[in-house]
C-alpha cells in the first residue's frame, strides 16, 4: 500500500461527500405555492372555531379544515405535513414544531412532568434529549447502554425507578431499536410514560411497528443531518388524543386558549411557549417525506457494502443492523489493544485520507458542566435544589461504563452514508480503511497530530 497521507503520502480521497439535502422539483413547487400565495405562517394563537373540537381532531381530518384563513393547527402546509406523516407512520396524530428539542419538551410537558418529577433516559444521545426534560424543572436520571445497539438498557431502567420517577426517555440512537417489548412491561408494572426519541430513526420498525408509535410519544427531527430534513423542525406523533391536545396547546401559546371553565389539571404546563412550524418549512417536510423511502434505502445499501469490504481488518467491527432497522450513520468498534495503536491515532490518519470519521458524541450527556455542576436556572441549582424534589442527585464520570467505553475508546463513526453518495464513494472509504490498517507498526510509533483538522 501506499504511504499513508498523514505521514506525507497522498490522501485517497480529495473531494468532499455530498450533504444528505436532495431536493429536486417537488420541494420547488410546494416552496412556489406558499411564496405565491405570501402565507408564511397561518397559526392563530387564541380561540379559533370549536377549540373543544379542534383540539382533537385527527391529523388526516385536520386537513380539510375550510373557511379558516388562520386557525389553531396552523395553515395548509402545516395541515397536511401532518396529515401526510400520520398516514404513513399509521397513527392518528402528528403535531409539527420548530425542532425535535421543542418536540421532545412538548412531549415531556404534555405526559405533565415538572419540579420534582424524574424522567430516566439514556446516557448516550445529543444534549437535546436530556435538556429537553429540563425545560418544564424536571429531573434527568441517565442509565448505561447496551453493547449491542448502544440503546438504554431495561434492566438498568428498572434499578432506576424510584417514587419520583414519572417517564422513560428513550432514544433509539443510530436507527437501532431499543427493545421496546421489555421497556412497555416496565412502564406498565410502575405506571410510567414512555416517549421515544426517533430523531435518528425514522423508518426503523420494531417487530413491524414504526418506531414513536409504540410508547406514549415519539419525536422525529428533521435537522439537516436526518435522515429527511427540513433543516430544523420536528414531529411528535402519538395515539392518545389527551396528549395531543395538550401537545398543541403548548406548541402554540396554549395559554392564551383557557376560560373559567378549566379545571387547574387542564392548564398544567401551559407556560407561554411558541414552537410552531413555519409554512415554508413544512413545505419541504411534505416533499422530503416523499423521499424517506428511498432515503433509507440508500443509506441501508451503503452501510451493507462497507460492512462487506471492511470485514476482516484487525481490531475493527462493523455493527450489524437488523432488516427492519435503518442505519443513520456507520458505526465500528475498534479494539486498541488488538492493534496496539490507540483510537486517535486511528482517526487522524482516516482524516488525512479524506475521510470524516469521528468517536461519536465528545462526551456523554451528564459529562456536561450543566448536570457535573447543576447549575441550570439561576444560580441555586435549581430544578436539582427545588423542595418538591426533596431527593439528592450527583452525575459523574464512571456511571455508565460501557457508554464510557465506546465514546472513550470504541467507537469510530463514519457518516456519510447518506444519500446521494453512492457504492463508488463507499469505495474510497474502504482504500483508506485499508490502507490505514495496513500500515498499523508505522502508526504505533509516529509522532502525529492526532486533533480535529477536517470539515464535514
Not at 421543542?102 to 415531556?108: H, P, V
Not at 427531527?221 to 433543516?231: I, P, R, Y
Not at 402554540?252 to 387547574?264: F, I, L, R
Request: glycine share 8%; hydrophobic share 40%; aromatic share 10%.
Amino acid at each position: 500500500m501506499s504511504e499513508m497521507a498523514i505521514l506525507g503520502g497522498t490522501p485517497v480521497r480529495t473531494k468532499s461527500f455530498l450533504s444528505p439535502v436532495v431536493v429536486d422539483e417537488n420541494e420547488w413547487n410546494y416552496v412556489k405555492q406558499v411564496l405565491d400565495s405570501r402565507e408564511f405562517s397561518r397559526f392563530m394563537g387564541s380561540l379559533s372555531g370549536d377549540m373543544a373540537k379542534t383540539l382533537v381532531m385527527p391529523s388526516q381530518e385536520a386537513e380539510n379544515l375550510e373557511g379558516q384563513y388562520f386557525s389553531f393547527l396552523g395553515g395548509r402546509m402545516v395541515r397536511k405535513f401532518e396529515s401526510d406523516f400520520a398516514k404513513k407512520f399509521d397513527i392518528p396524530y402528528a403535531i409539527s414544531v420548530n425542532s425535535a428539542t421543542s418536540g421532545l419538551s412538548t412531549a415531556l410537558g404534555a405526559s405533565g412532568i415538572g419540579p420534582g418529577d424524574e424522567v430516566i433516559t439514556t446516557c448516550l444521545s445529543f444534549n437535546a434529549t436530556a435538556l429537553s426534560i429540563l425545560l418544564f424543572n424536571s429531573i434527568p436520571v441517565f442509565v448505561d447502554v447496551s453493547k449491542e445497539n448502544f440503546c438504554i438498557v431495561p434492566e438498568e431502567i428498572e434499578k432506576a425507578i424510584t417514587p419520583k420517577t414519572k417517564a422513560i426517555l428513550v432514544v433509539h440512537l443510530l436507527g437501532y431499536a431499543a427493545d421496546m417489548d421489555l421497556i412497555m412491561g416496565i412502564a406498565k408494572r410502575h405506571n410510567l410514560i414512555v416517549i421515544e426519541d426517533c430523531a435518528q430513526s425514522p423508518g426503523t420498525k420494531y417487530k413491524g411497528r414504526n418506531v414513536g408509535t409504540i410508547g406514549d410519544m415519539g419525536v422525529f427531527s428533521f435537522q439537516e443531518t436526518k435522515n429527511m430534513m427540513t433543516g430544523e423542525g420536528g414531529m411528535i406523533v402519538t395515539s392518545n388524543p389527551e396528549f395531543a391536545k395538550k401537545a398543541r396547546l403548548i406548541r402554540n401559546h396554549g395559554e392564551s386558549v383557557p376560560d373559567d371553565t378549566w379545571d387547574e389539571g387542564s392548564l398544567v404546563n401551559l407556560v407561554g411557549m411558541n414552537f410552531r412550524m413555519t409554512e415554508l418549512t413544512a413545505a419541504l417536510g411534505i416533499a422530503q417525506l416523499d423521499k424517506l423511502d428511498e432515503n433509507n434505502r440508500v443509506r441501508s445499501k451503503n452501510r451493507s457494502y462497507l460492512s462487506e469490504q471492511l470485514a476482516g481488518l484487525p481490531g475493527l467491527r462493523t455493527c450489524s443492523f437488523k432488516d427492519e432497522e435503518v442505519p443513520h450513520v456507520f458505526p465500528m468498534i475498534y479494539d486498541g489493544n488488538e492493534t496496539g495503536v490507540n483510537r486517535a491515532k486511528i482517526l487522524a490518519a482516516l482524516r488525512a485520507e479524506g475521510i470524516p470519521v469521528g468517536s461519536g458524541y465528545l462526551r456523554l450527556m451528564y459529562e456536561n458542566p450543566i448536570f457535573l455542576r447543576k447549575v441550570a436556572y439561576g444560580d441555586k441549582q435549581c430544578p436539582w435544589s427545588c423542595h418538591l424534589y426533596g431527593r439528592s442527585r450527583e452525575y459523574g464520570r464512571g456511571d455508565c461504563l460501557t457508554a464510557e467505553r465506546l465514546i472513550n475508546d470504541k467507537f469510530i463513526w463514519f457518516y456519510h452514508i447518506n444519500r446521494p453518495n453512492t457504492l463508488e464513494d463507499m469505495d474510497d472509504v474502504a482504500k483508506s480503511f485499508k490502507k490505514v490498517f495496513s500500515n498499523l507498526e508505522k502508526l504505533k510509533d509516529a509522532e502525529i497530530e492526532t486533533r480535529i483538522g477536517y470539515k464535514w
